[in-house]
């Protein structure tokens, strides 16, 4: 999962970041309102942990902004402001979760993966797509009933593809997610992963909407 961290602490943003990898979760990390703006485009992130008191500006800003625009990412407020009016304004402005400095960095993940489970539409860890399920928390999928040997990268594509399962994900929106904004994503190399997932899960599972992207069969 993407995550765009925004943090202008140098200690706690690059603690943050290490922490995030450990987790397996995909972080930018910037410290400016600005270079915020500019990342939500570019990076597409999956999720935002926003700081509030940001030297350029109020982090409540970014949050306006996107719910201004209809977009739904969503985002857990991190800041050392932890009075109900504070909290307040910023789940009425849309934040989906509020977390107050200092906090626990176990306590901040789980409210990540929590945030992520319920944007998904999922109650649980373990997601349930007819015989297949996948299981987040473990990184392991089970066809019906039987385990299914993935790569890392194929994991990361098939849970990209079940966040939007019945729906066209376009094939740019993939190798973000499974490569991010770095080298090696290709189309080529997504055609490679999504071909050697059919043969894993079934040519019938994963099905191609030509110029616009591939689909996870409900």
Known sequence: MKVLLVEDDLQLGTALNRAFALARLESVW??????ARESVRAF???????????????????????RGSQDSVPVLIMTAYGGLDDRLRGLNGGADDYIVKPFEV?????????????????????????????????QSVTLDQERIDLSP???????????????TTSREELMQCVWGMGDGGSPAALDFQVHSLRRKLGSQRISTRRGLGYRLEQ
């Open 153 to 167: 990268t194929e994991f990361k594509l098939l849970l990209a593809l079940a966040r939007h399962r019945g729906r």
């Open 106 to 138: 176990p306590e901040l993940i789980a409210r990540i993966h929590a945030i992520a489970r319920r944007a998904a539409g999922q109650a649980s860890t373990c997601w349930t797509i007819g015989s297949l399920v996948i299981n987040v928390a473990e």
């Open 44 to 66: 597409r992130p999956a999720l935002i942990v926003l700081d509030l008191g940001l030297p350029d500006g109020d982090g409540l800003s970014l949050l306006e902004s996107l």
């Open 30 to 35: 910037v410290r400016r309102l600005r270079e």
